[in-house]
């Protein structure tokens, strides 16, 4: 079965400072890789998503991934960190199956925090 | 396109109450999935549905937990009796069938809190 890791429960950076969120996954077939953001009290948007087309990924709000196979890793960046990113960020892994499954399976969270 | 419709936003009941929570995925999306996130923890797929059949309830507690979707459509959940450790928010997503490649819609959730 896949799963992910995500690395640091807890983010705090910097506004202007580089957003780096850490996810490592496990899966014996190529992933399908997402990261998804949680604002409090809210749903889960989708940030962006990686289909095994072009390995490194933009997403909204200036975000990016790069999935890196040799490593199993699909880390998430952002150039400058805006007041507005603070929120929980997960990772999410499925893989296809025909005829049926592909659920997604979550790490448990990064909460970021941006400071002044 | 309009979006995931849960309701309500907010339940709280008394342990050992029932309660059931709606869902109205997207128009055409043959997938719907039912999570369940505890404060501080990722969510947690509940149940699977594609059209109107059941793919994987393989973390559904059965002795409490039921889910239904009928006509393919809308779909619900339902906790009875619920315990205090059933405090969650209940997300409902949708997906169009047979591929992740288009991915995963979310709903804004069901806050439970059972005291």
């Known amino acids: 079965a896949q799963s992910v890791t995500q690395l640091g429960s807890h983010v705090s950076v910097s506004e202007g400072a580089l957003v780096l969120l850490r996810c490592n996954y496990s899966?014996?077939?190529?992933?399908?890789l997402f990261w998804y953001v949680q604002y409090p009290n809210q749903g889960l948007q989708l940030l962006l998503k990686?289909?095994?087309?072009?390995?490194l990924v933009k997403g909204i709000n200036g975000f990016e991934a790069e999935f890196k196979k040799s490593e199993t890793s699909f880390h998430l960046t952002k150039p400058s960190a805006h007041m507005s990113d603070a929120a929980e960020y997960f990772c999410?892994?499925?893989?296809?199956?025909?005829?049926?499954?592909?659920?997604?399976?979550f790490g448990t969270g990064t909460q970021l925090k941006v400071e002044l | 396109e309009a979006g995931v419709a849960q309701s309500p936003r907010y339940k709280i009941i008394e342990k050992r109450q029932s309660v059931a929570f709606w869902c109205n995925p997207i128009s055409g999306h043959a997938t719907l999935y039912w999570y369940q996130q505890i404060l501080g923890q990722g969510p947690k797929l509940l149940i699977q549905f594609q059209n109107n059949g059941v793919v994987d309830d393989s973390q559904l507690p059965k002795d409490r937990f039921s889910a239904e979707r009928l006509k393919g459509v809308d779909s619900t959940l339902k906790i009875q009796p619920a315990k205090l450790e059933d405090s969650a928010v209940y997300l409902c997503?949708?997906?169009?069938?047979?591929?992740?490649?288009?991915?995963?819609?979310f709903g804004s959730g069901t806050r439970l809190t059972v005291v």
């Open positions: 990686y289909t095994s087309a072009a390995t």
């Open positions: 899966s014996s077939v190529p992933p399908y």
């Open positions: 999410a892994v499925t893989v296809w199956i025909t005829g049926g499954g592909n659920k997604l399976t």
């Open positions: 997503a949708s997906s169009l069938v047979g591929t992740p490649y288009y991915g995963y819609t």
